[in-house]
């Protein structure tokens, strides 16, 4: 039971890693803690379904149509909205985004009521047992998404151009400016990718679990419970916490049973917060 508990909440851990990684990309950058991002990963799984049941394809050629329109939809948001309130201050842009997470949680139960929702897959319910210990495809699927995912996001941050513009702009917006980065474009670029990579999130947890109207919500508070774990902004880090976060629970949940699984996200944020409040996973400064 236990190299099952320990393997699958690794495994799911990838799963919280792909929920927390736009959340952390966007609060590292933006400075923002975008409230309507469960809302974003769990629109990501409602347009594929819709996207699926339309087309009669499956959710994972559904997927890219999905992940474009979330990001199009992303960008004209931060674009014409958030950055406009940014300039002035967090507090406008935060209260934004509680606003448009009430709103599109409006027009999902409007459009798709509260009966749960799922994306078919042969995924879903097939998987392979190695060494004793049971694995599901979809877990598996979810753990090299996400980890292929955070390395590349990892790279183009610390190894391209365009990181450097995005580094610079995080650290510095103003001086960013002054020496001829667009701060609007490139706060809605970041925003339009962190977007998208929920989006993929969604759908595979849509694929993993069944969704809801208000499925978003919860995930809100596992994406912030990873990013306080990694450290914000560290991608590096948002793997590392999520895939803890993803052992805690597996292990709670087969220790204590099912009732523990939140819980123990719970109880970890908050030591966490209390202990090392910039993450478990930031370097501490010298002295």
């Given at each position: 039971?236990?190299?099952?508990?320990?393997?699958?909440?690794?495994?799911?851990?990838?799963?919280?890693?792909?929920?927390?990684?736009?959340?952390?990309?966007?609060?590292?950058?933006?400075?923002?803690?975008?409230?309507?991002?469960?809302?974003?990963?769990?629109?990501?799984?409602?347009?594929?379904?819709?996207?699926?049941?339309?087309?009669?394809?499956?959710?994972?050629?559904?997927?890219?149509?999905?992940?474009?329109?979330?990001?199009?939809?992303?960008?004209?948001?931060?674009?014409?909205?958030?950055?406009?309130?940014?300039?002035?201050?967090?507090?406008?842009?935060?209260?934004?985004?509680?606003?448009?997470?009430?709103?599109?949680?409006?027009?999902?139960?409007?459009?798709?009521?509260?009966?749960?929702?799922?994306?078919?897959?042969?995924?879903?319910?097939?998987?392979?047992?190695?060494?004793?210990?049971?694995?599901?495809?979809?877990?598996?699927?979810?753990?090299?998404?996400?980890?292929?995912?955070?390395?590349?996001?990892?790279?183009?941050?610390?190894?391209?151009?365009?990181?450097?513009?995005?580094?610079?702009?995080a650290a510095d917006p103003a001086t960013a400016g002054l020496m001829g980065i667009d701060i609007r474009r490139v706060y809605a670029v970041t925003f339009a990718v962190s977007a998208a990579v929920t989006a993929v999130g969604g759908v595979l947890l849509g694929v993993t679990f069944s969704f809801t109207p208000d499925a978003g919500i919860p995930y809100l508070v596992i994406g912030i419970a990873v990013v306080v774990l990694g450290g914000v902004g560290n991608v590096a880090g948002t793997f590392a916490g999520a895939l803890l976060l993803g052992l805690v629970q597996s292990l709670a949940a087969a220790q204590f049973g099912g009732g523990y699984r939140d819980l123990s996200v719970y109880l970890l944020f908050f030591v966490v917060l209390a202990v090392r409040p910039r993450g478990l996973f930031v370097r501490r400064a010298p002295a």
């Open positions: 039971m236990t190299a099952n508990a320990v393997v699958n909440g690794l495994l799911l851990g990838g799963l919280y890693a792909l929920v927390a990684l736009g959340l952390s990309i966007v609060f590292g950058v933006l400075r923002l803690i975008n409230l309507a991002h469960g809302e974003i990963l769990i629109g990501g799984a409602y347009l594929a379904y819709v996207i699926s049941e339309h087309l009669g394809i499956g959710p994972f050629l559904a997927l890219p149509l999905a992940v474009a329109a979330v990001a199009v939809l992303a960008y004209l948001v931060q674009r014409f909205l958030l950055t406009g309130l940014l300039v002035r201050g967090a507090e406008g842009a935060l209260v934004a985004t509680f606003g448009i997470s009430m709103l599109v949680q409006g027009v999902f139960s409007q459009e798709f009521s509260s009966t749960p929702k799922a994306l078919t897959s042969s995924l879903s319910t097939s998987g392979f047992t190695v060494a004793g210990v049971q694995v599901r495809g979809i877990y598996l699927v979810a753990f090299l998404v996400a980890a292929a995912l955070c390395g590349a996001a990892h790279l183009v941050l610390t190894r391209t151009r365009a990181g450097l513009a995005v580094r610079a702009a």
